[in-house]
């Protein structure tokens, strides 16, 4: 079993940054893959970024690469989400998510979720 909490969300303004932190606890592996996913109101959850946790390699989604990046501490178990130039549409509840093998950006991928975090952007 795996188990995620979330936190560092928050109200921020527009252009602002924030860094979620994801703490991990259970058996995590090697081969496991952990991501973050967002869900904003009348939304579906959608793919933010996910990083390998052995090997470190990151995965992001086109329309956030650039602004948002994913990293791990692995002597710590926690993943990070460090979110830049925030936009009103940045404004959703995040997700911590984790599944093993391989990446995946679909949500139904993933087992193991955590709570969320809000995140409220204003302009």
């Known amino acids: 079993q795996v188990q995620l909490v979330e936190s560092g969300g928050g109200l921020v303004q527009a252009g602002g940054s924030l860094r979620l932190s994801c703490a991990v606890s259970?058996?995590?592996?090697?081969?496991?893959?952990m991501a973050w996913f967002r869900q904003a109101p009348g939304k579906e959850r959608e793919f933010v970024a996910a990083?390998?946790?052995?090997?470190?390699?990151?995965y992001y989604s086109n329309s956030m690469k650039g602004r948002f990046t994913i990293s791990r501490d692995n002597p710590k178990n926690l993943v990070f989400l460090q979110m830049n130039n925030l936009k009103p549409e940045d404004t959703a509840a995040y997700y911590c998510?984790?599944?093993?093998?391989?990446?995946?950006?679909?949500?139904?991928?993933?087992?193991?979720w955590g709570q969320g975090t809000q995140v409220t952007v204003s302009s």
């Open positions: 990083i390998w946790w052995g090997g470190g390699t990151t």
């Open positions: 259970g058996h995590i592996f090697s081969s496991y893959f």
């Open positions: 998510a984790a599944r093993q093998r391989s990446n995946s950006t679909e949500e139904w991928a993933y087992n193991y």
